[in-house]
C-alpha cells in the first residue's frame, strides 16, 4: 500500500478526481486528499473525506501540532495534482507556499505528477508553457492535456484526461517507471488490438488480442511527450488520452491505415496480432446449420504481412518496432522462433511475448523481452501493462530520431 496525496486544483474538472480517487482507494492506497480553497467550490469536503477514509483540509494553520504542511508531503509516496489549473502550476513553479497543497509540494521527496485542466489558451499561453517547462526540468512530471470538449461550446487542448488514463500513469510512477520527456517531438504510430476476418455477416475469423498492451504503449508515449496515432484493431476499451485513434477490422484495412500513416513517424509499432489467414470466400447471408449453406470445408487466403511491408517501405531514419507472441515446441524455444523472426522480418526491434498456457491476453500483466536487430536481449519484468510499456520505451526512445 502507498501514500498518495490527492492534491485538486480549483477547476470545473475537480469533479473527476473523485473519480480518480475511488481508482486509487480500490488499488489499495491510503490517499489524502489536499484540495485549494477554490477545489472545495466545486466538490465538497465531505465527498473526498468520504471516499478517502481521511480528512481534509486546505489551510496550513489546521491540525498545527502536527505541522501537517510539512508531514504530509514528508511520508507521501506520491503526490498527484488533479486537475492542475494555470493558477496552481504557475505558484507551483514560483515556488509559493500560500495553502496547505503548495506548501505540501515544497516539502515532499517524493515523485510529483500534475494533470493539467484548462481552456486551450490557457494552457498554450506562453507563462504556462514556461511554467511547465520550469517543473518538468526540476524532476516533476506534468502530463500533457487531453483534446476535447471543454466547458461551454469550447473544444481543444486542454480536457483533464480520464481518470482510468491517469490512474494507470501513476501505477508506472509508483513502480519507478519513466514518464518524462524523451519522446517529445517524435511521430509515433502504434496498431493494436486484433484483426477480424468475416466469414459471413454474424461471423469472424479472429484471435484472443485484447488490445490493452497496444493501448499502454499509446498511452505511455503519449505522456512521455510523442504525437501518437493508434490504429485500433476491434478494441472495446475507451480510447487513451492524446491519441489520434484510426479503427479498422480486417488486416486488409489495418494494412492500408499503416500504409497511410506510417511514412510521416519516426516510430512505428505494430502491436496488432494480425490474423494470418482470411476466408477466401465470404458469404453474403448467414451460413445456416443443416442447410444448402453450411460448408463442409472453409478455404483460406493467406493475408499480406503488415510488418514486412512496413520494413521494406519504411524512410530513411524511421524505427520499426514489430511484436511476437510465441511459445515453444520441439523445434525451439521462445526465444529461438522469436530471434528467426526478428531477421525473416527485418524490423529494429521486436517485443517477444510468451503466451504459452493463456498467459497475456486479456490479462492485466504481461512480461517481454526486446530483442534488437544488432543481438541485444532486454528483459522487461512482469508488472501492469502500463509499467511494461514504459520499459518498452526505455528501449525505444534513445534509438530514436525525430525527422522534422
Known amino acids: 500500500m502507498s501514500r498518495i496525496v490527492l492534491g485538486v486544483g480549483g477547476g470545473v474538472a475537480a469533479y473527476k478526481s473523485a473519480l480518480l480517487l475511488r481508482a486509487l482507494?480500490?488499488?489499495?492506497?491510503?490517499?489524502?486528499?489536499?484540495?485549494?480553497?477554490?477545489?472545495?467550490?466545486?466538490?465538497?469536503a465531505a465527498t473526498f473525506e468520504a471516499l478517502s477514509g481521511n480528512p481534509v483540509s486546505t489551510e496550513v494553520w489546521d491540525d498545527v501540532p502536527e505541522v501537517a504542511h510539512v508531514r504530509i508531503g514528508?511520508?507521501?509516496?506520491?503526490?498527484?495534482?488533479?486537475?492542475?489549473?494555470?493558477?496552481?502550476?504557475?505558484?507551483?513553479?514560483?515556488?509559493?507556499?500560500?495553502?496547505?497543497?503548495?506548501?505540501?509540494?515544497?516539502a515532499t521527496g517524493a515523485p510529483v505528477v500534475f494533470v493539467p485542466a484548462m481552456h486551450t489558451e490557457m494552457w498554450l499561453h506562453p507563462a504556462t508553457q514556461d511554467n511547465v517547462a520550469t517543473l518538468r526540468r526540476r524532476g516533476a512530471v506534468v502530463l500533457p492535456p487531453a483534446v476535447g470538449r471543454l466547458t461551454g461550446p469550447d473544444s481543444g487542448p486542454g480536457r483533464l484526461p480520464e481518470p482510468a488514463d491517469v490512474a494507470a500513469l501513476l501505477d508506472v510512477v509508483l513502480a519507478g517507471g519513466s514518464l518524462h520527456q524523451d519522446l517529445a517531438g517524435a511521430r509515433v504510430v502504434v496498431s493494436a488490438g486484433g484483426t477480424r476476418e468475416?466469414?459471413?455477416?454474424?461471423?469472424?475469423?479472429?484471435?484472443?488480442?485484447?488490445?490493452?498492451?497496444g493501448w499502454a504503449l499509446a498511452r505511455v508515449a503519449a505522456a512521455r511527450g510523442?504525437?501518437?496515432?493508434?490504429?485500433?484493431?476491434?478494441?472495446?476499451?475507451?480510447?487513451?488520452?492524446?491519441?489520434?485513434?484510426?479503427?479498422?477490422g480486417t488486416a486488409a484495412e489495418l494494412e492500408?491505415?499503416?500504409?497511410?500513416?506510417?511514412?510521416?513517424?519516426?516510430?512505428?509499432?505494430?502491436?496488432?496480432?494480425?490474423?494470418?489467414?482470411?476466408?477466401?470466400?465470404?458469404?453474403?447471408?448467414?451460413?445456416?446449420?443443416?442447410?444448402?449453406?453450411?460448408?463442409?470445408?472453409?478455404?483460406?487466403?493467406?493475408?499480406?504481412?503488415?510488418?514486412?511491408?512496413?520494413?521494406?517501405?519504411?524512410?530513411?531514419?524511421?524505427?520499426?518496432v514489430g511484436f511476437a507472441a510465441e511459445t515453444g515446441d520441439a523445434d525451439d524455444d521462445v526465444l529461438g522462433h522469436a530471434r528467426a523472426k526478428l531477421a525473416r522480418k527485418g524490423?529494429?526491434?521486436?517485443?517477444?511475448?510468451?503466451?504459452?498456457?493463456?498467459?497475456?491476453f486479456g490479462r492485466p500483466d504481461n512480461a517481454v523481452?526486446?530483442?534488437?536487430?544488432?543481438?541485444?536481449?532486454?528483459?522487461?519484468?512482469?508488472?501492469?501493462k502500463d509499467l511494461v510499456a514504459?520499459?518498452?520505451?526505455?528501449?525505444?526512445?534513445?534509438?530514436?530520431?525525430?525527422?522534422?
Open 25 to 44: 482507494t480500490e488499488r489499495g492506497h491510503d490517499v489524502r486528499v489536499v484540495p485549494t480553497a477554490s477545489a472545495l467550490r466545486f466538490v465538497g
Open 369 to 384: 523481452t526486446v530483442l534488437a536487430a544488432d543481438g541485444s536481449a532486454t528483459v522487461v519484468p512482469a508488472g501492469p
Open 226 to 248: 510523442a504525437e501518437v496515432t493508434l490504429v485500433a484493431a476491434n478494441v472495446e476499451d475507451p480510447a487513451p488520452f492524446g491519441c489520434a485513434v484510426v479503427p479498422v
Open 74 to 106: 514528508q511520508t507521501a509516496d506520491l503526490v498527484v495534482v488533479n486537475p492542475a489549473t494555470a493558477d496552481l502550476l504557475a505558484r507551483a513553479a514560483a515556488g509559493r507556499a500560500d495553502d496547505l497543497l503548495t506548501a505540501t509540494l515544497l
Open 256 to 320: 492500408a491505415a499503416m500504409g497511410e500513416h506510417a511514412p510521416d513517424a519516426d516510430v512505428v509499432v505494430m502491436a496488432a496480432a494480425v490474423a494470418d489467414f482470411r476466408p477466401t470466400e465470404v458469404a453474403a447471408a448467414k451460413m445456416k446449420k443443416g442447410g444448402s449453406s453450411e460448408p463442409s470445408a472453409v478455404a483460406l487466403t493467406r493475408n499480406p504481412d503488415v510488418l514486412a511491408g512496413l520494413v521494406a517501405a519504411r524512410p530513411e531514419g524511421q524505427l520499426v
Open 198 to 213: 468475416p466469414l459471413d455477416p454474424v461471423r469472424f475469423l479472429g484471435n484472443r488480442s485484447s488490445g490493452r498492451q
Open 390 to 404: 514504459a520499459g518498452i520505451w526505455d528501449s525505444v526512445a534513445p534509438r530514436v530520431t525525430t525527422r522534422r
Open 347 to 360: 524490423c529494429d526491434l521486436l517485443v517477444v511475448n510468451d503466451v504459452s498456457a493463456g498467459q497475456v
